[in-house]
């Protein structure tokens, strides 16, 4: 069930609240039962057999806090805790992994082995029960409950893509007063995130398939088009699914940690992590980055921390060496902003966001692309190398004029066909314009519900309109297209 579909919008959605706020007002203690209920109905929606690991994962991780807990010996917890951890990276490793080891790893694909079907969410609540686990293991708080427990990982607006909750963010909220104003705040940014998705996330997609799908042949136009479509493609999904699960939470009455801070505005990579995916890089310097020495043991062992952890942050996105390849570049693009800053050596800002904004790019092109011969096509397209000079025939004339008028001989110019038309530059500049100049979902939602007067009204308006067109579309058409992350 898609929060993009209409049983969801139009059946669900509604059933469910109402049963949830009637419940909660009638029966108070029955009212976290009910939202396991509903988030377990819809995991089972998607496919029923995927209850069975997810049942298997709560009820082990819980039996294993509460054995935790039970023990006083420091170091019989910590044996407790690092077999907790490997049993649930097991379960991650077998169903999201095997295959990619034996058949490309290991290279015993003529063994036939077929890798098992992935569960939903697995990456996910996978690893949220590990912080769960790591947290809880020499807390000395209030013993939580098994339903309590149940809700903050199966909690259905945060169960499928994140954001990667912290039991100390929801769980003291699952009985706690609602504050005012919540439940406009959550219509409103499910709105948004729904406009993202439906209006202009599956819009850029048409582009960027197009490019990924013909990688080999792309002129320089249609390959910058291509990469830089499914850099917006990515960024109006894997946000508008956050805004649509933040807003869902307060619908219930719950605040989830935000995910994104209008990462496409960053002045450096590190800059990047801090606002993309905002709970997962904390995850991983929390879980992964710091266990392993953070910054604390000398410049070379940083280094390599920050390789090892982006390598292995890529890795949890897909089992593909694209993906590795993807967190390495990431892990060298750290490591470089780390040793320039050490330098002291400040750029312009628009120098350092334009730095930016172009590694993420190309990075993306290897992020996206089905192998790396589609990634090596378009990126050495999009530097112009490869032998001639591929460019739409609109454009020769006066590229030929340009490399004249300075001099250049030898070049070689090819004029071709677009593949996607040239007019989609001028969209891609709109919307760069937006996604760095404009405000993003929280601000506008926090400045529409704090404020008065028109300005309010305007955002309110507008936000209504988006939300109004992207159910128009969703009720044209039969078909509605899954979050990006899903298959992570």
Known sequence: MLFNSQVFIFVFLPSILLIYWITRWLLPKFAISVLVAGSLF???????EYIFILFASVIFNYAAYLLIRNIQVENRKKIIVGVAIAINLGLLGFYKYSGFFINDALGLAAFGFESPVLPLAISFFTFQQIAFIVDEAFAADERINFDE?????????????G??????????????KVARGYFIAGIMMFSIGLAKKVLIADSFAK????????AVGLNFSDA???????????????????????????????????NFNSPY?????QDFWQRWHMTLSRWLRDYLYI?????????????????????????????????????ALHGVGLALNRAWSRLGIELPNFIS???????????WVVFRATSFGDAIAISSTMLGLGGELQIPISWSHYISQVFSSVGVEGVKIAASKSLIPTEAWAVFGIFILIVVKAPNSHEICEKAISGKGVDSWIRIAFIGAMAALAIKRLMESSVQSEFLYFQF
């Open 353 to 363: 966001w334009s730095i930016t904004f172009i590694f993420v790019v190309f990075a």
């Open 265 to 269: 505005k960053a002045l450096s990579i």
């Open 207 to 214: 582009l960027a398939n197009l490019g990924f799908e013909n």
């Open 149 to 161: 427990y149940a809700a903050f990982v199966t909690f259905f607006p945060q169960l499928i893509a």
């Open 224 to 258: 910058w088009l291509a990469a830089l479509s499914y850099t917006m493609q990515l960024y109006f999904d894997f946000s508008g699914y956050s805004d649509m699960a933040i807003g869902l939470g307060l619908l219930f009455g719950f605040r989830l940690p935000q």
């Open 291 to 327: 266990p392993l020495g953070g910054n604390r043991k000398g410049s070379v062992r940083t280094y390599i921390n920050l390789l090892l952890t982006m390598v292995l942050g890529g890795l949890w996105h897909g089992a593909a060496w694209t993906f590795v390849f993807w967190g």
């Open 163 to 176: 954001p990667i909750v912290r039991h100390s963010e929801l769980i003291p909220q699952l009985k706690a």
């Open 42 to 48: 819809f995991y089972i929606y998607w496919k029923w």
